[in-house]
């Protein structure tokens, strides 16, 4: 079957991507471990020792990037429905986290202790329905923002993409009552005509 228009022009931007080049050259599984890199070097989430888990993490640029800050005294615990090849020093559970078996398999692998730092890059399949597509996308949302408020250290982070459209406000309305700072981040890595962004926020209200 011959390539759309729209494919082949997707496929010229993403060969042509100097992340997705600049991905290649320094051995990361993806653009998108420069859009952690660039919040971390502005907002110094990850140290070494710390306990980190990654939401969403497939294809593993993100783990990639938390485990080489946290070292080999930190832990990362990455999980994601699609299959990821190994990453050195991440704890990889294929699940999927919207399920209470998930959600069971994250807290098992935790076990008891509190994170640092929950990161989610989570995105829902897209099906062409803006609407429909939006609505899954802050559901995501919610699902990790539940679970930082419960599972976070009282000084932890979590940092999330999120999609601007419906809902968003509300989310963003939501996230400040249930966290004691809320910041916004556009990493230069991310697509300027995208619109995801990332929220970072610290100090979960644990009675919220």
Same mark, same amino acid.
């Given at each position: ?64 990037? *938390? $485990?080489?800050?946290?070292?080999? &005294? #930190?832990?990362?615990?990455? +999980?994601? %429905?699609?299959? /990821?090849? @190994? ?16 959600? *069971? $398999?994250?807290?098992?692998?935790? &076990? #008891?202790?509190?994170?640092? +730092?929950? %990161?989610?890059? /989570?995105? @829902? ?34 940092? /999330? ?48």
């Amino acid at each position: 079957m011959a390539r759309s228009k729209t494919s082949k022009a997707w496929m010229h931007e993403h060969v042509t991507d100097v992340y997705v080049q600049r991905a290649k050259a320094q051995g990361y599984r993806s653009r998108a471990a420069f859009k952690l890199l660039e919040i971390d070097a502005r907002d110094r989430l990850l140290r070494p020792g710390q306990t980190v888990i990654d939401l969403g993490a497939a294809p593993g640029g993100w783990s990639q990037v *938390a $485990a080489a800050k946290v070292g080999r &005294g #930190g832990r990362v615990i990455a +999980v994601d %429905l699609l299959p /990821m090849d @190994p990453v050195a020093g991440v704890t990889f559970l294929q699940q999927d986290f919207t399920t209470d078996e998930g959600l *069971a $398999a994250v807290e098992a692998a935790l &076990g #008891g202790a509190q994170a640092d +730092v929950v %990161l989610s890059d /989570m995105a @829902p399949n897209i099906s062409g329905i803006s609407v429909a597509d939006q609505a899954r996308s802050i559901h995501l949302c919610e699902l990790a923002v539940d679970f930082a408020v419960n599972h976070l250290r009282p000084e932890g982070v979590l940092l /999330m993409k999120a999609f601007q459209g419906a809902g968003f406000p509300e989310l963003l309305a939501g996230l400040r009552r249930r966290f004691r700072s809320v910041a916004s981040r556009k990493p230069d890595a991310s697509r300027g005509r995208s619109s995801e962004m990332y929220l970072l926020a610290r100090g979960p209200r644990q009675s919220a």
